[in-house]
């Protein structure tokens, strides 16, 4: 290396311009805004960024410390850069933050440090204010078709929406939440914030119960030039429930499932399926849920027809054997009554 000229700074030998040392005092290796600020929902926690509420299930020192993080810049040529901070309270509010860098400047250890305060901000959020303002925008009506809904069908469907609001609420959904599951005639009505939740809601339902679904709207007020709207989401589960026995298209069936708007149907006399539409169900002939049924057991039996003991009377009583049914006397099987009559259930 040629040393062709001196530092003008310090006087020392160097290339050109500057020497490294002097270049490393007039270079600014981290700069700190003396004061941010962390703004938090005092009642969810939940924190405000850039403009944006969002979910945090972090502690406040936390949250100081990755506030003070973001705000800080680093030198952009300097190597292996490696920041550490200390984070002390200094009031209800208040916090410091001491930021300490290391790191090499042209091939030389170099660091710098800074102080900033960091200032906890409390603001109800969004959802929080919301949800205080009895706020809501849609409202999921669960029905059954020509029937109640059972106790079961309203648990099951209670829990699908609870575990729906927290999904959406996950997914950045602010005013996914449930205000209120208000029993009605018939079902249940689910007052929720959002609509989108709402809707979600529904469909898991469907997905679960089949039936249909209609939205409609009304006008509720305006608000800063805005139509406000409410949705009522109506959702009808089938007349038949799963487990339920019927007589439809001339043969005794068990609902299995759904497809859709179809009651999906296992036969009990040869196993085999039938899709029901609704005008079929509607029709069709309730003997009993499997939930009732009783066991019993084969006395005799031949190709087509079992002899089984009634549970209630202990009579003698002969009831068509399914197709599938692999059974042999002295087996135990599993009916449900109705009238006098018994019909045989085929395993699940
Ligand atoms: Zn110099
Ligand atoms: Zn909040």
Known sequence: MKLSSICPGCGSPTVEGLCKRCRLESTTLLSCPPRVEVISCPVCGAQRLRGRWQSVDRPVEVLVSEAAERSVEI???LANPQVTLMVSKRGATRYIAEVELIGEFEGMPAEDRCTIAVDLRYETCDRCSKMAGRYYEAVVQLRARGRSLS?????????????QAEKSLEKGDRLAFVREMKPVRGGVDIVVGSTQ???LTARSILDRFGGRMRESYKQVGAKNGKDLYRTNILVRLPRLREGDVVVARGTVLEVRGYGGRKTLCLSLMDGGRAFLSEEETDAARLLGNRSDSQKTVVVDMDEAVLEVLDPVSYKTISVTKPGNLDVRPGDEVEVIGYGDDLV???PL
């Open 344 to 346: 045989l259930l085929s």
């Open 151 to 163: 106790a079961q069908e309203i648990e099951e469907c209670e829990k699908i929406v609870l575990s």
């Open 75 to 77: 030198y952009r040529d």
């Open 197 to 199: 939740m709402g809707r």
